[in-house]
């Protein structure tokens, strides 16, 4: 069975900083695009950060230079550090894994960024 469970969600002021982890099954996590989506208030879920599939990263625009995504395979997790939170980042945020086409999600951690 597959399983995504996010944590290091929490409240922290602008400008602030957050790191989040996912700790993966092993039986996906050393052949899976780990990545990191997040939905904000009122919005449909977007991506935040990814490794991609054949290589590389990938970040949304609103999150480079502020955002790092990164793993440690010896402990099956991914992480996302978050730096100079703004209230525009505030949202659910979903680990995700695409295992040979697959995509599993986490049951996602609240960020919220106070102004």
């Known amino acids: 069975q597959v399983r995504l469970v996010e944590s290091g969600g929490g409240l922290v002021p602008a400008g602030g900083s957050l790191t989040l982890s996912c700790a993966a099954s092993?039986?996906?996590?050393?052949?899976?695009?780990m990545g990191w989506y997040r939905q904000p208030p009122g919005k449909q879920r977007e991506l935040a950060a990814t490794?991609?599939?054949?290589?590389?990263?990938e970040y949304a625009d609103s999150v480079k230079e502020r955002f790092t995504i990164s793993r440690d395979n010896a402990k099956n997790t991914v992480y996302l550090q978050m730096n100079s939170l703004k209230p525009d980042d505030t949202a659910v945020y979903y680990c995700?894994?695409?295992?040979?086409?697959?995509?599993?999600w986490g049951q996602g951690t609240q960020v919220t960024v106070s102004s």
């Open positions: 995700r894994a695409n295992y040979y086409g697959v995509q599993y």
């Open positions: 092993q039986s996906i996590f050393s052949s899976a695009a």
């Open positions: 490794f991609r599939s054949g290589g590389g990263t």
